[in-house]
């Protein structure tokens, strides 16, 4: 069940592959997709969506939202009869078929589709059924306007190529695949809109979402550095972009955070707080701006990184099962690395704001005992099971192959920084990475890049034997020693966690008025006296707890013991706890007078 993302083709009339996609019931959250097939295959056609969308590593099972499916040719009824799960097979026709169904859309993220009296949002692998054995053929699909008065002033924002329609209309759209077709992803509604180009290129910004005073100029002038760097990191020489269009797809609300990288979009969910206003004049961006460029540029950088040059596994994907790869720390791990360094050769944020993005970073690797059980590698082949199933032991079990990954690409650059005098960097083996493997990818020559010629590669283009720092940071487990790779660049990384704190070493919530533990590490305070997850916290030596834990625990010291009170379930258990000191990480860099003019803002000398 495997396809390819073929060569280029294009239509310009009604393909043999048509959709018709309308938002039906706006207040049920229901569109109604029909698909025609000119010519069926003689033995019955077989129809499938797909099982997972590219990006998010983990089965979610899109079938489940199709209500209702029925099937037609000539005018006559035609059985479906339902293989498996998400694939159905019509029964054999002499004339063309035409297939109705129904899809339910109410998950407000960027990896499915959701409708309301808003706006709509879609993904083509939640609504699109594939036509088993014509994936490379053209497709055409007719996007209408919803009947409902609420819309009447709604428009479309996506990347998918026009055919009928007008820009930001409703109307007919082509792909040229079917892998095509599902890697555009549609809003429609009242966005806010804004554009710019980037090195002649079109990039498009909809915003969804109420946002008050929204400083869609100073958006799209940060929008057009940020992209114009990192088409140069790939393109030094030519500056061409690897798009002939780009859309930014958004979404604000009150509280939400996440990106799903696409061909020539993305499609993001942000807080509205985060978003620039007019009436802020700050000349660096708030944390929260920067929280949101963060975002930007981790998914544009996928636009070379993963979308175009990726893991031989993925070039063809099987959107059926999972499908496994150890090289996720490179892919994800290796953006998310990128995306603040880019911010910080833009010149969007300074120098100080990046060592604290980066020590936060670290922290956060260093806090779980996970990166001492589970290498990034094997974090990327479990992504499946375990980093998008994560539960309340994670940290304690896993570790991440974005943010290990991300540091452990600083190491390489760091590392081949040094053993060539500046002379070569990461840079230069991403960019062979992308010559070799991604630029014509769309083009019929991309195949996807092996373990092994990652490995290769990286020696061969840095002229350094790294296959130690591949069996240690990479397949192996071992802390990466940053302090001692920094050195030579005058940077000083300094472990500032404030042991002398008391702590239970948990993370808590509130549970309506009382206190939850929702993580507990391990080799900590409450996991050493028994306490777990999901604990119900009372009382500290008879005091309620609530929502004044840590002023609580200010008032005691490092070794004192304590009584603790909790529900577990329904039943009320005490324990005996014996504080410690805080073993968070606290971790803060800094550029000493050595490491004047040795900058990471600064690419190789290549």
């Excluded at 479906?80 to 063309?96: F, S």
């Excluded at 190529?161 to 009242?190: C, N, W």
């Excluded at 499908?323 to 892919?331: E, I, Q």
């Excluded at 002023?551 to 009584?563: H, K």
Aim: neutral net charge.
């Amino acid at each position: 069940m495997k396809y390819t993302a073929g060569m280029k083709k294009t239509t310009k009339s009604i393909a043999s592959l048509h959709y018709t996609i309308v938002p039906k019931d706006l207040g049920g959250h229901l569109f109604e997709v029909t698909l025609r097939v000119a010519t069926p295959a003689a033995e019955g056609q077989v129809l499938a969506l797909p099982a997972w969308i590219p990006g998010s590593y983990m089965i979610r099972e899109f079938a489940r939202n199709v209500v209702r499916i029925r099937a037609e040719s000539n005018g006559a009824e035609v059985r479906l009869a339902k293989l498996d799960k998400h694939t159905w097979r019509a029964q054999p026709v002499d004339g063309p078929l035409a297939v109705t169904y129904e899809v339910y859309a109410w998950d407000l993220s960027v990896r499915a589709a959701h409708l309301d009296q808003t706006h709509g949002f879609f993904n083509g692998t939640s609504v699109f059924l594939r036509v088993v054995g014509r994936e490379d053929d053209p497709h055409t699909v007719d996007i209408q306007r919803p009947r409902d008065p609420a819309a009447r002033y709604w428009r479309v924002a996506t990347a998918l190529p026009e055919l009928g329609a007008k820009r930001y209309e409703f109307g007919t759209y082509q792909a040229a695949s079917y892998d095509e077709l599902i890697d555009h992803p549609v809003e429609m509604g009242e966005f806010a809109l804004g554009t710019f180009k980037a090195h002649g290129v079109q990039h498009d910004i909809a915003i969804t979402g109420r946002v008050p005073n929204l400083d869609m100029e100073r958006l799209e002038r940060d929008l057009k550095v940020l992209c114009e760097t990192q088409i140069a990191f790939f393109e030094p020489k030519t500056r061409k972009a690897p798009v002939k269009r780009y859309v930014f797809l958004v979404m604000a609300v009150g509280d939400g955070y996440g990106g799903l990288e696409h061909r020539a979009s993305t499609a993001l969910v942000c807080n509205r707080a985060d978003l620039p206003s007019v009436t802020q004049a700050a000349r660096e961006p708030g944390e929260g701006y920067v929280r949101f460029l963060g975002l930007c540029s981790h998914e544009y950088f996928h636009t070379w990184n993963v979308k175009r040059m990726k893991p031989a596994v993925f070039a063809p994907y099987d959107l059926q099962v999972e499908n496994y790869t150890t090289l996720l720390w490179l892919f994800e791990g290796f953006t998310s690395y990128y995306d603040d360094l880019l911010l910080l050769r833009s010149g969007l944020i300074g120098e100080d704001t990046y060592l604290k993005l980066l020590g936060k970073t670290v922290g956060g690797v260093l806090r779980g005992s996970g990166r001492t059980k589970q290498s990034v590698a094997e974090s990327s082949f479990d992504a499946w099971s375990k980093y998008y199933r994560q539960d309340e032991n994670a940290p304690n079990a896993i570790v991440s192959y974005y943010t290990k990954g991300s540091l452990v690409a600083l190491a390489f650059d760091l590392t081949i920084r040094a053993k060539t005098g500046g002379k070569k960097s990461l840079d230069d083996v991403m960019l062979a990475l992308w010559r070799r493997y991604g630029s014509d990818f769309y083009e019929g020559g991309g195949r996807g890049v092996t373990e092994a010629e990652v490995e290769a590669l990286f020696d061969e283009i840095s002229g350094v034997r790294l296959r130690s720092m591949f069996d240690r940071y990479v397949r192996g487990t071992d802390d990466l020693p940053l302090s001692k790779l920094y050195a030579p660049f005058g940077v000083k990384l300094v472990d500032e966690r404030k042991s002398g704190k008391p702590s239970l070493d948990v993370n808590a919530g509130r549970e309506g008025a009382d206190c939850k533990l929702t993580q507990v590490h391990e080799g900590g305070a409450a996991h050493q006296a028994g306490l777990s997850a999901g604990d119900i916290l009372l009382a500290i030596d008879g005091l309620r707890v609530g929502g004044n834990l840590e002023a609580i625990l200010a008032r005691y010291s490092v070794d004192d013991a304590i009584s603790v009170h909790v529900f577990r379930r329904d039943e009320l258990m005490a324990f005996s706890v014996t504080l410690q000191g805080d073993r968070a990480p606290s971790i803060s860099l800094a550029v000493g007078a050595a490491g004047k003019g040795k900058s990471l803002r600064r690419p190789s000398a290549r």
